[in-house]
């Protein structure tokens, strides 16, 4: 069974910064990509950024320059550096793994979201 656990979630003043981290565990051989969503209640999730395994990135357009994703492919682990956070970045926000290939197969997961709140 693979499970996504986040962490690294919380409030901060805007200008602030909080690094969000996603641990995949589980029989794992690989994973294809990896990223980070969020979602605002009543609002559609969406895509803040992703990583290949080779890591190649793609990022929402309102978070480029100001965050900034990596990971450890040792670790199966996400990083989401956020930087020069904004109130408008408050959500729940989501890791979730796509390919990841197992003994049973490959599937995709979603990680149970770590709220980040932005406000003085």
């Known amino acids: 069974q693979v499970q996504l656990v986040e962490s690294g979630g919380g409030l901060v003043q805007p200008g602030g910064s909080l690094r969000l981290s996603c641990a995949a565990s589980?029989?794992?051989?690989?994973?294809?990509?990896m990223g980070w969503y969020r979602q605002a209640p009543g609002k559609k999730r969406e895509l803040v950024a992703a990583i290949t395994s080779g890591s190649s990135t793609n990022y929402a357009d309102s978070v480029k320059g100001r965050f900034t994703i990596s990971r450890d492919n040792a670790k199966n682990t996400v990083y989401l550096q956020m930087n020069s956070l904004k109130p408008e970045d408050t959500d729940v926000y989501y890791c979730n793994a796509v390919g990841v290939r197992t003994p049973q197969g490959s599937m995709g997961y979603w990680g149970q979201g770590t709220q980040v709140t932005v406000s003085s």
């Open positions: 589980g029989s794992i051989f690989s994973i294809n990509a």
